[in-house]
């Protein structure tokens, strides 16, 4: 069944408030397994929104409207669905009782500008709303059933779940069953994946791309007419793009990178310290972002300045003064120097130049050193050139440190 | 002049990625004047978004297509164009030659794949795309031009800027000047801002609510016949809202509250040190966000464990036994700490439980102290309750920090 969703108001128009009731009622709609058609946003104008249902009524089974019920001026949604309906509004008792004891409850005084609000579209069913106080409805016109929903989110999200999901799988014909997986990449870029997974689709399952800096997710579904035909469909692709992407996919569970290291971490035991300089405390920040992170992470040092490479982490003078606080062997040596000093297994360090100052033309801004060292092995570093402003460089070094920790721990303890 | 936005694509309509580029062009377009008619969302199917395409040349006289022009299946965009338009796909040469040179520059591989990005319906005029690797496009069906333009959010952004808005410029009539200004405040509920402000508001200026967790945004707006007179509305309106809202409102030039504080220890050349446990590195990651902080921050210690605060910071190791890490007194300690040692005037320090575990019925999860230091005052601290979520609480303690760091600069020194 096609259902559209028509979200009204001038905020949503103007750019002032954000949509997240068409987010969130189009990913449960979807995870249902209905089929969702298009999605329109029309300001606070009774012609417009008239013009909206028309268009809806025109392509759909569903609609989904929401917003304007409340008791201004510029509340025009009951109105509109009149006129357009061609049946008068009508003082509805149920709806009118309904809102009184709302607002008895809630101790407020029931305003005469409240009223209006009772009002409803003659022959339109009440969606009570225990939730707040405008009350929705529901009315058919020409075979297309139509939803009037208050655009207050937590109001919205649950007259969706009590009245409208029961009604749409009352009416619904031959619902696919449906099974989604987010993959997430990184390392190629939206090309590359794309190039290496040519030829992979098949019928009943589909790629979703999309970039999501500095990482590229893609969305796998699979519709069958089982649980089990969908879920059969959607594990085989998910196999075939493991088998092409390799380690580029770090996880299939929606974990964050963060976590994904943070697990590994904790399952091979070992414990992290950090040094970071142009990251500024960004990989300090993600680390416990993680519930439970302390048990592997033990401290970390914003060594912004010089002195404090120095004086904290040990970093000789004199290696800052001959090679650079952006260098190979003062990263290294800030990797040791924290490892060290917290006595841990595994430390990473970093150092470079974020921008949009600093830059010279041996070291650019976006040149960035990373260094990882292990109490059991070489200390080793990377150097890296990445491009962007002073948050994305921050950001994908950021990244790109947890995915060295990521392939350090899968590959070589 | 109407004009409509579409945005294509399935992550859209599954609800997995929130359509933020429409977020930005209503407030853009709003903002210079412009008559925003409809918005609609369709997915990554090609009838759908033909369908898409009629409706709004039937209604608007400018349409802004988003999304669908990459390199991938699942990118439909151009085709549908063509289909709509009855024109075909034609290779252009312009296009192929840019893309190959942004490749280049970005030291990428060209691959066939992306061949098929060049391909646009014959007779359009390309939208070069500096920013990216997809070229945008323009047609004009029927008297309506549609601007087509990739959905990756820093490009899609800055093609409006250059290509859309002097396009419409060129062919709008009759806009009223328009003013605009965003307030950002923090340390009420947004309906404590809302009732110290009510009654303020005048004919022909508006004020929009945000809650921006965890600050509130107010975004105020003027129309004037000219601009001096949407200035004059402004800024009477700003002078009000700052008078009852007193030393909450942190900006009104849209910097961040790291920049004011930036700004302000700047000024003042006082340095910075931070000493952060709970928050885990937010506080110093924020402080570098800003370009230049270099100047005014020294170094940060994420002292995760106990051990690192005694060995980094000389905290005593019975004040932690006795109080506790989270505590008034081994957050002063921290404080000063590592003030003393990064040699400082001032220093911030942090201490608290983000949950979801580790707390007691003495100090349940949310309890924080935040101590402050500076070089010739007594160092003070203060104990916080938050609720939220881990990473919530992270973010409200950064804030809270940040801003006894702003007030006690202000006020104090």
Known sequence: MKVEIITTGDEIMS??????????????????????????????????????????????????????????????????????????????????????????????????????????????????????????????????VFFFLPGVPKEFKVMIEEYVVPELELRGIGRKKYKKKLIKTFGLRESEVAERLQGIERDGAEIGYRAHFPEIHLRISAYGDTENEAERLLSGLLEDIISRLGECVFSTEGETLEE?????????????????????????????????????????????????????????????????????????????????????????????????DGGTPEKPVGTVFIGISHRYKATVSRRFQFKGTREEIKLITSEVAFDLIRKFVLNDV
């Open 15 to 144: 750019g002032v408030t954000l949509d997240t009731n068409f987010y969130w009622v189009a990913d449960k709609l979807v995870s249902l397994g209905f089929d969702l058609g298009f999605h329109t946003s029309v300001g606070d104008d009774e012609e417009a929104i008239i013009e909206a249902f028309r268009t809806a009524q025109r392509r759909a089974e569903a609609v989904i409207v929401s917003g304007g019920l409340g008791p201004t001026t510029d509340d025009l949604t009951a109105e509109a669905a009149s006129r357009f309906f061609g049946v008068p509004l009508e003082l509805n008792d149920e709806a009118l009782e309904m809102m009184k004891r709302r607002f008895d409850e809630r101790g407020y005084k029931f305003l005469e500008v409240n009223r209006k609000q009772a009002y409803v579209p003659k022959g339109s069913k009440i969606l009570k709303n225990f939730w707040g106080t405008a009350p929705g409805f529901q009315y058919e016109g020409e075979g297309v």
């Open 260 to 356: 994904i290291v943070g697990k590994l971490l904790s399952q091979k035991r070992l414990t992290l310290a950090l040094a970071e300089s142009c990251t500024g405390g960004l990989v300090a920040h993600r680390v416990t972002n993680v519930p439970g992170s302390s048990n592997y992470f033990e401290r970390g040092v914003v060594s912004y300045s010089n002195k404090s490479k120095t004086e904290i982490l040990g970093v000789p003078k004199e290696l800052i003064e001959s090679f650079g606080a952006v260098s190979s062997q003062v990263v290294e040596a800030m990797a040791v120097g924290v490892r060290r000093l917290a006595n841990t297994d595994l430390s990473v360090s970093i150092s470079g130049i974020a921008g949009p």
